[in-house]
């Protein structure tokens, strides 16, 4: 007892102040996931409400731009777009520091933009709010730089593990597309934040799954041909995906500087045109991802959805306004995959099972051709499913469209949108700043 | 050596170290941010049930404008607004329900059955969605599923809302059973209505019929004992 007085027993040794740091962070990074998710819903009450009027609904996007891209111009430059490619920055170039300014002018921006009604994620923002959250820590405790690296991906997994409620997931993808390494020794650290950051995220919103799936499982041989076929369409709906974002970034990029500002407003009113039209593809639009995985959709609603989606997404993401691409790629994803499988059912001469999986593994595969991360894709169906009869056919369709998205997208889109803004990361390794970052 | 290395150990031994704080720094700082991280699971706690609130409004909302739209014919503006107020309050039994029940009237028997299938997953002895259930297996022809469903209505508990009254459930098992040539059974179920109907026409009217099929259909079987009709009933 008289030892645990003494100044020498409080001395923590710097592996078991990093452990405790790495949970502290698990549960602040995971509650700001929270908090952000939350705040996105009651802006999307105050903002369009239940029943808005049909000016309001077109409005709304155009409005919540204008502040935002004031914002984004004047205090947060750093806040626009999805959070991913800045957190790589700050891991890969900037030795883990980031201004802990990022992670509120991320906070301020998204939550209207995508409140309002543009079709954008809320992961990618909660990632970059996540780790910055745990970079401020690591600075406010003066760690070693190699230290303030390292909690990067950890504030990042979770931030993740909390926003979308798949922790091995969520430690997956810091690894393969944060690090950029599936065997950094950071994965200890990164379980342990994701872990906290789900613990603290059920304690508040409870067990509910973000998704609700039906068990699925191959009917028939057979009906690898269909899910071959969805891999391929997935791999060219990606590369289209890709290219298109970039395209209309790079017209948005060849507009006078002087128009930056308001460019996220001219977005948002092309957003708010799109809304008219099809309102089912506002905001991050979980419901109906839903309602395609339990095959509720009809073949030509769901190609609808799908198209829609994609230009709904390119045009808020490439108008520079703050919000992630993650889950648009799931929606348009479940929505391909669903019109695939009402095709199958139709036309396949053998039996074949219900559109859900079909959408269920369109998730998966336009993931692994967007995200080119398709490790990451296929634990996340395995842990929203908990089911391994699909795992056979997910595998193959992400394996499919990943390969195509390769092929004719050399790179993967977070690179290509860093490339957009004159900064360039190698795959592993250092990274080397163009002339322009 | 050099004089200065001499005196050194004199300086060590004259100069005592400076004694370390009781607390280091970097514990008192994560005892901050343990401190920051409990004021932001409060706060998004209260904001998590302020969400909550709103949500089961919003539910409320769209479920009255399903009723509305249900009572006044229009079913694809029910499905919709059933479809909201079921994904505003994911938690509601009864809107789930009623967004089957919809989704089944509309002929997306796929789609309703998944979301029973999910309320059976945790009230597996509901009267309500086993009945529904039943409905669905009956009519995509799992002849096995349907009377399994049919059993967990006949002997469940209400849990969801307003069920329908045994004597309903066991008329359609029955009418199920006559469809596909189980006759023993039939008559089984048969006999057990008979000692459960209610003293109504109508129901009774049902009991008549399904014992006259049951007797075109296997005339040499032990007929059951007729219904009994109440008294002024029609005849």
Request: charged fraction near 15%.
């Amino acid at each position: 007892m008289k030892r645990l007085l003494t100044p020498s027993a409080w001395r923590v040794r710097e592996n078991q102040l990093f452990l405790a740091l790495t949970v502290v962070i698990g549960i602040i990074a995971g509650l700001g996931a929270v908090l952000f998710a939350l705040s996105i819903e009651a802006a999307r009450h105050f903002l369009i409400g239940t029943d808005a009027p049909w000016w309001r609904v077109a409005l709304a996007p155009c409005l919540a731009s204008a502040v935002s891209g004031i914002l984004l111009s004047r205090f947060f430059p750093d806040a626009r777009g999805s959070g991913i490619p800045q957190t790589k920055i700050a891991f890969h170039l900037q030795d883990g520091v980031m201004h802990p300014r990022v992670a509120l002018g991320k906070f301020l921006t998204a939550v209207p933009v995508i409140g309002a009604g543009h079709s954008m994620g809320r992961e990618g923002p909660s990632v970059q709010i996540g780790a910055a959250a745990a970079s401020w820590a690591g600075q406010w405790l003066r760690l070693p730089r190699e230290r303030l690296r390292d909690l990067i991906p950890v504030g990042a997994s979770a931030a993740l593990a909390a926003a979308f409620n798949t922790p091995v997931a969520a430690v997956l993808f810091s690894l393969e597309e944060i690090i950029a390494d599936m065997n950094a020794p950071l994965i200890g650290s990164t379980v342990v934040a994701a872990v906290s950051a789900v613990v603290v995220e059920r304690a508040i919103l409870g067990n509910e799954p973000l998704f609700h799936v039906p068990q699925y499982r191959l009917m028939h041989p057979g009906e690898l041909l269909a899910y071959v076929s969805l891999g391929v369409i997935g791999g060219i709906a990606s590369v289209a995906f890709c290219k298109g974002l970039l395209g209309a970034r790079a017209a948005f990029q060849r507009m006078p500087a002087r128009s930056r500002m308001w460019q996220p407003a001219i977005g948002g009113l092309m957003i708010g045109a799109i809304l008219l039209v099809t309102p089912e593809v506002a905001g991050v639009g979980y419901e109906h991802v839903d309602q395609a995985l339990n095959g509720g959709l009809l073949l030509r609603v769901a190609v609808l959805l799908c198209v829609m989606k994609m230009i709904a997404t390119i045009v808020s993401y490439a108008s520079g306004n703050a919000g992630g691409i993650f889950a648009p790629t799931l929606y348009f994803g479940a929505m391909l995959g669903g019109a695939v499988g009402l095709i199958a059912r139709q036309f396949a001469p053998f039996p074949v099972a219900a559109p859900g999986a079909y959408a269920l593994v369109g998730m998966g595969a336009l993931f692994a051709g967007i995200i080119r991360a398709p490790m990451t894709s296929v634990f996340m169906i395995f842990e929203i499913t908990q089911d391994y009869q699909i795992l056979v056919p997910l595998m193959v369709a992400n394996m499919l469209s990943f390969a195509i998205s390769q092929r004719y997208q050399p790179d993967p889109i977070y690179h290509a949108l860093l490339a957009q803004d004159g900064v360039s990361l190698p795959a592993h390794g250092a990274a080397t700043p163009h002339a322009e970052a | 050596m050099s004089e200065d290395d001499q005196q050194e150990p004199d300086q060590n031994e004259q100069t005592p170290l400076p004694r370390p704080p009781l607390i280091q720094r970097e514990v008192a700082l994560l005892v901050i941010l343990c401190v920051i991280a409990i004021a932001l699971f409060a706060g998004t706690q209260r904001l998590a049930a302020w969400s909550r609130r709103i949500a089961v409004q919003t539910g409320a909302t769209w479920f009255a404008r399903g009723q509305a739209a249900d009572g006044r014919g229009d079913r694809e503006a029910a499905l919709a607004a059933f479809r909201k107020a079921a994904a505003a309050d994911r938690r509601s039994a009864p809107y789930q329900l009623a967004l089957a029940h919809s989704l089944a009237g509309m002929g997306h028997d796929d789609e309703a059955e998944q979301i029973l299938l999910r309320m059976r997953d945790s009230e597996p002895d509901d009267i309500e969605v086993n009945y529904r259930l039943a409905r669905i297996a009956a009519r995509a022809g799992r002849v096995d599923d349907a009377r399994r469903y049919y059993n967990y209505a006949l002997y469940g508990i209400d849990r969801t809302g307003v069920p329908p009254e045994r004597y309903v459930i066991r008329i359609e098992l029955v009418g199920l059973l006559l469809d596909h040539g189980d006759l023993d059974a039939a008559h089984d179920e048969l006999n057990a209505l008979l000692r459960e109907l209610p003293a109504t026409p109508a129901a009774h009217e049902q009991a008549d019929a399904l014992k006259a099929r049951l007797d075109r259909l296997r005339p040499a079987a032990p007929s059951p004992a007729p219904a009994l009709v109440p008294e002024g009933g029609a005849q």
